[in-house]
């Protein structure tokens, strides 16, 4: 096959994967020949040829079938004349690596590793137990077997939080490994800084050196031209040479709006992990685990029976508000030295509480609960005393007061005129029956469920 042949098979190879794809991935290529029954392609980077042959191979191989090759497979190389690839780079003057944080370079200036935001304080549960696991398998370090490794998810999920805790985990483990973490903003705030004092040279050393490249919100560099175009080479060269990058959004690499394709396509090689919504338990959890952290600083620290589950049952946006919630209530009662109760959460925390309301609605929780239950919603409602209805009724009042942010009296009001003090009392009994009857917290918890869902 000479040069013709394989420019016309390009050119339909170019109207079969799209004009991005074809010069990502296939105008790089340079066709060498034919080589003990092997198409052989010369490839600038062992990252594309890993890339080419994972996705195109077959289709490559077809097209140059017909177009009359005798080739049984196609194999990617890198030019004989390139090089070997040069170890890393010396550590790079200090000044220069203001994001780095590695055991011997902590007196570097800059981002550096939050302490807290370790393996033992992220509290694992269904919504985030995938990413955790590979955050883990990455944070062990040896072979790098995805690569990148992108984790993505809605705000205060948890994503910076397991981004640490890997460098943490290697930096305890390889003493000295290069590990640069950085937002995608100061990533490109370095790259123009370095563009306008002419450092270029440095910036591409500095970041090609590096032994664990982490990149957070990588989102923000999305419709940034020139930025994505260094990131792009930054990331080639890191993966050619083996290095593991772990990369955060707040969205999947498909979905991210203004980022270039072959970009997209290079995020998407490795592991893509989601962090789910947060759940109930994975709240509670964390609440918990927060409060056992919190004992030292506030010793003599008292929290009533069910705030937790109350906070962890209100505020669904994010962990970050759920903590902050948690922090001013402790300051709060320290404060005055008080018990933390309910009410004092819930005084405490009118306006979080408030903006976090679900508008779960009185009418919709009656509804569910008659149904669960299997009784009419007028006796729900109305006036009878039936123990059969009486609970249920009850169970109604409390998912009330639990869900949605209305007070009392309006509670009340809601059902059937009845006074404040019997939708607290109906409160109450149905906090102490659920300490006792665990078929009855099942039940309740089910019924929560079924409301926010
Ligand atoms: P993201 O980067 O996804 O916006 P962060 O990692 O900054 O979120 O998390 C927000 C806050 O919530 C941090 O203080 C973090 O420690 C905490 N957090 C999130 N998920 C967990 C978890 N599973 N266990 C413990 N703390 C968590
Ligand atoms: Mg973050």
Not at 60 to 85: C, E, K, W, Y
Not at 310 to 331: C, K, P, Q, Y
Request: aromatic content about 8%.
């Amino acid at each position: 096959m000479n040069d013709a042949t394989w420019g016309k098979v390009r050119h339909e190879l170019e109207g079969v994967v799209g004009k991005n794809h074809f010069q990502s991935w296939i105008e790089p290529l340079d066709f060498a020949g034919v080589k003990d029954g092997a198409a052989v392609f010369h490839v600038p980077t062992n990252f594309i040829g890993d890339w080419v042959s994972r996705h195109y191979k077959d289709l490559i191989l077809s097209h140059l079938q017909s177009a009359g090759l005798p080739a049984a497979r196609v194999q990617f190389t890198l030019p004989p004349q390139a090089q070997p690839r040069p170890a890393p780079l010396t550590k790079p003057a200090a000044k220069a690596t203001t994001a780095a944080t590695t055991s011997d370079d902590g007196d570097l200036p800059g981002a550096p590793l939050d302490p807290r935001f370790t393996f033992d304080r992220f509290v694992v549960g269904k919504p985030n137990e995938l990413a955790h696991a590979a955050a883990r398998r990455v944070a062990e370090g040896g072979e790098v077997t995805f690569n990148p490794l992108f984790l993505y998810g809605g705000v205060g999920l948890g994503k910076t939080h397991l981004m640490h805790a890997i460098a943490h985990e290697l930096i305890n483990r390889e003493d000295g490994l290069k590990i640069v973490y950085l937002s995608a903003e100061q990533f490109m705030y370095r790259f123009v800084q370095a563009l306008r004092e002419k450092q270029m040279m440095d910036f591409k050393q500095l970041f090609r050196s590096v032994d664990v490249l982490m990149v957070d919100d990588v989102q923000f560099i999305a419709g940034k031209d020139s930025t994505q175009e260094e990131f792009f080479h930054t990331f080639n060269a890191l993966v050619d040479q083996n290095k593991q990058i772990i990369i955060s959004a707040d969205r999947a690499p498909g979905e991210i709006k203004d980022m270039e394709d072959r970009i997209t396509s290079r995020l998407q090689c490795g592991l893509v992990v989601d962090l789910h919504p947060t759940d109930y338990e994975l709240r509670l959890g964390i609440l918990q685990q927060k409060v056992e952290q919190q004992r030292m600083q506030y010793p003599g620290l008292v929290i009533a029976d069910g705030v937790l589950e109350f906070l962890a049952m209100r505020i669904s946006t994010n962990v970050r508000v759920l903590e902050g919630a948690l922090m001013r209530l402790f300051a709060f009662a320290t404060l005055v030295g008080k018990e933390i109760t309910l009410d004092l959460t819930q005084d405490c925390l009118a306006d979080i509480l408030r903006a976090s309301d679900r508008k779960i609605t009185i009418e919709e929780i009656q509804r569910r609960v008659s149904e669960h239950y299997n009784i009419r919603l007028s006796d729900l409602i109305g006036p009878r005393r039936l123990r059969a209805l009486a609970r249920p009724r009850q169970v109604a009042m409390y998912l009330s007061k639990q869900l949605t942010s209305r007070s009392l009296p309006e509670i009340g009001r809601r059902f059937g005129g009845r006074d404040h003090t019997t939708i607290m009392h109906g409160v109450r009994k149905i906090e102490e029956l659920m300490a006792q009857d665990s078929q009855l917290a099942d039940d309740i918890e089910l019924l929560r469920r079924a409301l926010e869902a």
